[in-house]
T-cell receptor
Framework: DAGVIQSPRHEVTEMGQEVTLRCKPI?????LFWYRQTMMRGLELLIY????????DSGMPEDRFSAKMPNASFSTLKIQPSEPRDSAVYFC?????????????FGPGTRLLVL | EDQVTQSPEALRLQEGESSSLNCSYT??????LFWYRQDPGKGPEFLFT?????EEKEKERLKATLTKKESFLHITAPKPEDSATYLC????????????WGLGTSLAVNP
């Protein structure tokens, strides 16, 4: 298996622009998680999906952030409009749906810089 | 407040100098404690899951142990390639399958 795939790997944009991050989870995994990582706050969960349905979006910082999962093999995280404080590394992770299989597997991340 | 604390924040060792990293947690109903390794510019890579006090798991030079309040990641005779940030996370009852993450320990092993 190729593992979790994220694109783009790097994104540099200007304040006010729309940013779309993409994720392809491991095939057969029922859960998908979006995280943000910064030096100050570490890994923060933004939102997660179960069987393509958003379950908990309490970590989404504000209305500028939105996430979708139109099918089992694709998810997007969108920031509109972007701000400099959104600069961080964004990770996507997935895990199987079986009880007791709580281990999450991470993608390589998207490094976002908003100027 | 439910939280996970890792110590030390940073650790520098000489090659072959064994040591331990600590992860303490203040949650009730632990459902699993996870150790991950993260190399610069990469995503966290899964190492171990521990579920109950007294449990131990090993992988090469790494050994993870768990008590009711904390976990240790013991590194025996480390090599430079063990240099990375080690992250700890916990899953607990009532947290809706979300993990709480520590800030990590940055380990540097000098040759």
């Amino acid at each position: 298996d190729a593992g979790v795939i994220q694109s783009p790997r790097h994104e540099v944009t200007e304040m006010g622009q729309e940013v779309t991050l993409r994720c392809k989870p491991i095939s057969g995994h029922d859960y998908l998680f979006w995280y943000r990582q910064t030096m100050m706050r570490g890994l923060e969960l933004l939102i997660y999906f179960n069987n393509n349905v958003p379950i908990d979006d309490s970590g989404m910082p504000e209305d500028r952030f939105s996430a979708k999962m139109p099918n089992a093999s694709f998810s997007t995280l969108k920031i509109q409009p972007s701000e400099p404080r959104d600069s961080a590394v964004y990770f996507c992770a997935s895990r199987p749906g079986l009880s007791g299989q709580e281990t999450q597997y991470f993608g390589p991340g998207t490094r976002l810089l908003v100027l | 407040e439910d939280q996970v604390t890792q110590s030390p924040e940073a650790l520098r060792l000489q090659e072959g100098e064994s040591s331990s990293l600590n992860c303490s947690y203040t949650v009730s109903g632990l459902r699993g404690l996870f150790w991950y390794r993260q190399d610069p510019g990469k995503g966290p890579e899964f190492l171990f899951t521990l579920y109950s006090a007294g449990e131990e798991k090993e992988k090469e030079r790494l050994k993870a142990t768990l008590t009711k309040k904390e976990s240790f990641l013991h590194i025996t005779a480390p090599k430079p390639e063990d240099s990375a940030t080690y992250l700890c996370a916990v899953n607990y009852a009532g947290n809706n399958r979300k993990l709480i993450w520590g800030l990590g320990t940055s380990l540097a092993v000098n040759p």
